[in-house]
């Protein structure tokens, strides 16, 4: 398999608090890789300094090829390394049509009308309210419009950042039913997720973050067989 994402010996902070401690992490082209781990353990900050937006202080964030450590997220985002943050992120005084145009501002310009016809494919409810201010919509769509938004820029692989955070438990089967749908048509995603046996169902390989570190990678089956690794880590 080809590696798309490859971190090696990762650490990053703020200011002399160390919140990553040297982490190692890959995603092959082509999978769905989750992140799974309590909070304060280091998860947003891995994507923070994986997208330009924190400095790592040591260790290599490598992306199809290219050093992108501690690169302006601007060049992050030209790569194809796009990240949907965690609590959604919408400019809630612009319109539908608005964010999913802005998500094109610096990768995929030319394509912008294609791409919007592509999003309202997959989000037929945007289509229905791309006039409407995204500030009035509802949280799950709002997260279908954080998502639009980052499709928008044709990623390579796909950061989700707590996709399925504040959803009800519908909203929450639908939002992991489309990552499937997007992977199935060749979306590479890393999911990083508090909810652990949605993300452990569609999964190829998962990681398991405590306090900066990697304490566990390999596939979900082998984490799940383990009533240590699930008790200690995952409070299965």
Known sequence: MT?????????????????????????????????????????????NTVSGLVRATTGRVMFDGSDLTNCPSRQVVQAGLIQVPEGRRIFPNLTVRENLELGAFTRARERRSTNLDKVYTIFPRLKERVAQLAGTMSGGEQQMLAIGRGLMAEPKLLILDEPSLGLSPLLVEE?????RRLHREGLTVLLVEQNVGQSLEIADRAYVMENGSIRFSGPPAELLASADLKRAYLGL
Do not use: C, M, P, W
Not at 10 to 18: F, I, Q
Not at 175 to 179: D, E, K, Q, S
């Open 3 to 47: 590696v798309l994402l490859e971190l090696q010996g990762l650490k990053a902070g703020y200011g002399r608090v160390e919140v990553l401690r040297g982490v190692d992490l890959h995603v092959n082209a082509g999978e769905i890789v989750a992140l799974l781990g309590s909070n304060g353990a280091g998860k947003s900050t891995l994507n």
């Open 175 to 179: 939002l992991f039913g489309l990552i």
